[in-house]
């Protein structure tokens, strides 16, 4: 099946600076990648998307590249706020019914 | 986010008990996904169903069993509960949307076999 590795596992960052989340995948089928967000004790939610027919996807803050080449994606938020203090999870979608999640990366903003 | 539900929150059970974990959604969804959370280890499928009456397993499927008589439940079982089963277990459905499924996550249960 289709392999999800997520690094840094621990992130922390100063307020106002930008963070980088890194995940690679192994199924070259896998063609929708989504990022989660889940604050402590809350639900996993998802925040951005990007499908493989595409490259980059901004919103607002949050941006997610993907390169199907090297098989890797990655997350980028900008101007860090405390909010944005979380565990952040990259997924693959191989197929319609299958998801496989990376091991999260828990991020600090530091005020 | 009221649309996917989960019960109990909370569980404490014993080894060698059984217990289900229930899970109810309202969009009428088809797909349902179960996951449990475990630390170093993030999110792992146990169990998927793609409509009423069909399951499949996921990555760690051993020691549990689905059921989906109807579109909206799909209650998840520990035949005998084991304390390797203690984590918290997520709930998750989609629907099909321009061929891909974003999936939307239940609140949790913390399980705890002791």
């Known amino acids: 099946g289709e392999n999800v590795e997520q690094h840094p596992s621990t992130l922390s960052v100063q307020e106002g600076d930008s963070a980088v989340i890194k995940c690679t995948y192994s199924?070259?089928?896998?063609?929708?990648f989504p990022w989660y967000k889940q604050e402590l004790g809350k639900r996993p939610q998802l925040i951005i998307d990007?499908?493989?027919?595409?490259g980059e996807k901004k919103d607002q803050r949050i941006a997610v590249t993907l390169n199907k080449t090297a098989k890797h994606f990655s997350l980028h938020i900008t101007e860090t706020q405390p909010e944005d203090s979380a565990v952040y999870f990259c997924?693959?979608?191989?197929?319609?019914?299958?998801?496989?999640f990376g091991t999260g990366t828990s991020l600090t903003v530091i005020p | 986010d009221a649309g996917i539900t989960q019960s109990p929150r909370y569980k404490i059970t014993e080894t060698g008990r059984q217990v289900t974990l229930m899970c109810h959604q309202t969009?009428?969804?088809?797909?349902m996904f179960w996951y449990r959370q475990d630390l170093g280890h993030g999110l792992r499928l146990i169990y998927y169903?793609?409509?009423?009456?069909?399951?499949d397993k996921g990555e760690v499927p051993d020691g549990y069993v689905v059921s989906r008589s109807k579109t909206e439940n799909f209650p998840l079982t520990l035949e005998s509960a084991t304390r390797s089963q203690t984590s918290v277990y997520f709930c998750?459905?989609?629907?099909?949307?321009?061929?891909?499924?974003?999936?939307?996550f239940g609140p949790g249960t913390r399980l705890t076999v002791t």
């Open positions: 998750a459905s989609s629907d099909r949307l321009a061929g891909f499924y974003e999936q939307y």
């Open positions: 199924d070259s089928a896998s063609n929708y």
């Open positions: 990007i499908r493989s027919n595409v």
């Open positions: 997924a693959a979608n191989p197929t319609g019914n299958q998801f496989y």
């Open positions: 969009w009428s969804h088809s797909y």
């Open positions: 169903s793609a409509a009423a009456d069909i399951t």
